[in-house]
């Protein structure tokens, strides 16, 4: 394996990155992009080919004294590295999130299921800005007590630490009215919500067609 003194200067990861575009650099490129120099005895190329493999395995888990533990990665670069990963979740967090301000969005992010022949109850997972964490299906069929159980609907929001949910299900009928059944299933939800500190939003029933969401019809 060549070293980086050893390769020819359009074979650098920097040249390449200016040459062909960051699309064209591998992985380890870009990690020696980021580092610019290796140490003595272990040149950019290999530094960063060890950093991928730990990345490989670790990345998930990722913090500063892991990275240390890397021979030859001492603390600037360390820091330069992890910074890096973290600007990245940050922007990349701030990208992807999407914001439920009203019952339309909560209309919107559940177009998958508008079509469905079946009842969907679904839950949708919030953090304190009201960012929607994940879209969850907890149960497929007529929606009743024994069904949407309040453990189902909020271990998982106990589990992503989130302050808030919001429920729906879809009426395969196209009659957009609550079912005294749906309503008895909003106000355990809403008492469990209470309980463990985690609101109950909204429930919104939906087809096709349209929604209605029963914290607008005062019902919750």
């Known amino acids: 394996m060549k070293s980086i003194t050893q390769l020819q200067?359009?074979?650098?990861?920097?040249?390449?990155?200016f040459r062909y575009g960051l699309s064209a650099l591998k992985n380890y490129e870009l990690?020696?992009?980021?580092?610019?120099?290796?140490?003595?005895?272990?040149?950019v190329i290999k530094l960063s080919r060890e950093i991928?493999?730990?990345?490989?395995?670790?990345?998930?888990?990722?913090?500063?004294?892991?990275?240390?533990?890397?021979?030859?990665?001492?603390?600037a670069k360390a820091s330069q590295i992890i910074s890096a990963i973290e600007l990245s979740k940050r922007y990349l967090l701030d990208i992807q999130s999407y914001k439920i301000d009203c019952?339309?969005?909560?209309?919107?992010?559940?177009?998958?299921?508008?079509?469905?022949?079946?009842?969907?109850?679904?839950?949708?997972?919030?953090?304190?800005?009201n960012n929607l964490l994940e879209t969850k299906i907890i149960t497929i069929g007529t929606l009743n007590q024994s069904l949407v159980h309040p453990r189902e609907v909020f271990s998982h929001a106990i589990e992503k630490r989130c302050a808030s949910i919001i429920v729906a299900h879809n009426h395969p009928s196209g009659v957009l009215k609550p079912?005294?059944?749906?309503?008895?299933?909003?106000n355990r939800l809403k008492e469990s919500g209470k309980i463990l500190g985690i609101e109950l939003l909204d429930h919104l029933i939906f087809t096709n067609e349209g929604f209605i969401s029963l914290q607008e019809e005062g019902i919750l």
């Open 9 to 17: 200067s359009i074979d650098k990861p920097r040249e390449r990155l």
């Open 31 to 43: 990690i020696a992009v980021l580092l610019g120099s290796g140490i003595q005895g272990k040149d």
């Open 52 to 75: 991928e493999k730990f990345f490989d395995s670790n990345f998930e888990n990722i913090d500063l004294q892991k990275l240390l533990n890397i021979h030859g990665l001492g603390k």
């Open 103 to 129: 019952a339309l969005d909560v209309y919107e992010e559940l177009k998958p299921y508008k079509n469905k022949k079946q009842e969907y109850f679904l839950t949708l997972y919030l953090d304190g800005a």
């Open 179 to 186: 079912s005294s059944e749906d309503i008895k299933v909003t």
